[in-house]
Nanobody
Framework: VQLQAFGGGLVQPGGYLRLSCAAS????????IGWFRQAPGKEREWVSG????????SYADSVQGRFAIARDNAKNLVYLQMNSLKPEDTAVYYC?????????????????????WGQGTQVTVSS
């Protein structure tokens, strides 16, 4: 499985960005793609996830209602649309994936559960 995250940048508070994760090479029928972020001096934090089982998604409380995750199967891309950005959203953002031959019932938020990681993309929210 190969993952590559891109689309980060500098944006003013209240602005928006769309991150993309190029995800390919899945060999098992079921997978979850997650977005994580890590700010300087802080633990890596789960942000959002997408479950291939039913197309469901979930979000951390801190981004609920502002961020949206979507999958474009034709392009093998997973997007993270980030609206109403705040300075506290500043971090390096990563996409990650896990896959399984078994049905994945829920989107895990633990970084250690994800097998594959893309390189990070920096998001800076500042005026």
């Amino acid at each position: 499985v190969q993952l590559q995250a891109f689309g980060g940048g500098l944006v003013q508070p209240g602005g928006y960005l769309r991150l993309s994760c190029a995800a390919s090479g899945f060999t098992k029928a079921n997978y979850v793609i997650g977005w994580f972020r890590q700010a300087p001096g802080k633990e890596r934090e789960w942000v959002s996830g997408f479950n291939s089982r039913d197309g469901s998604s979930s979000y951390a409380d801190s981004v609920q209602g502002r961020f949206a995750i979507a999958r474009d199967n034709a392009k093998n891309l997973v997007y993270l649309q980030m609206n109403s950005l705040k300075p506290e959203d500043t971090a390096v953002y990563y996409c990650a994936a896990l896959e399984s031959v078994f049905i994945i019932m829920m989107i895990t938020t633990a970084p250690s559960d994800y097998t594959y990681w893309g390189q990070g993309t920096q998001v800076t929210v500042s005026s």
